[in-house]
């Protein structure tokens, strides 16, 4: 796409993004901002606000930032609220905030797993509900972040699993709910992704790395550049005929294992 295309893309609208102040997440905004995009940010910890919207502010568009626990409905209904009397309505929403850890069922308490749904599944419920009053409708773009474990069961990553499972469900509804009110819902199951806190925590060790990489169809991971440019495509009016998709990103990871062995050797 011609830069000029590329750096009005998103001109003249407004974006809200959960968990934006790092990793993938502060990635699509950083991108978001570069299309044109006024953008907000909402993360638990001020300090990592603050550092993320002086990143974002670098493109040159208004920047909005909140802390926030998206486990709590009213303080991401507040700052939904601040977002509109900030910035406008809001005609794209990003839900990417999201925790893991790798242990067994029988190695977790119920709290550990309660803490990923939380933040996951019922964090996504709560920006996605309490946005609909502040959409720029028709015309909205909301956006999940998922995972393949939704439709792959991974020992270690039940509660990803369930939590993740339930978000491509809500996606899926409030699509069909939603779509004749003119909002479009949408998500992306990024797959292996560099640089993130999620792969320094499933591949800790470059021995770990490329086990997984040579079970992938392209071997090798992604980088947040690849998820940002997925979601710049389900904002815009490219994509306005999308919806209720689950878009993998992922390298061929949700084919399964690519690496031939036990078949060609």
Known sequence: MPSALRDNLLAGKVAFIAGGTSGINLAIAQAFAAAGAAVAVLSRKQEKVDAARALIAQAGQPVAGFAADVRNYEAVAAALRDTEAQLGKIDVVISGAAGNFVAPVLGMSANAFKSVVDIDLLGTFHVLRA?????????????????????????????????????????????????????????????????????????PTPESEAAIKGRLALRDFGTKTDIAEAALFLASDSARYVTGAIINVDGGTDLGDASGRGFFG
């Open 131 to 203: 946005s609909y009053a502040h959409l720029n409708l028709p015309g909205a773009s909301l956006i999940s972040i998922t995972a393949g474990q939704a439709v792959n069961p991974v020992p270690g990553q039940a509660h990803v699993c369930a939590a993740k499972a339930g978000i491509n469900m809500l996606t899926k509804v409030l699509a069909m709910e939603w779509g004749p009110l003119g909002v479009r819902v949408n998500a992306i199951s990024p797959g292996p992704i560099a640089d993130t806190e999620g792969m320094a925590r499933l591949a």
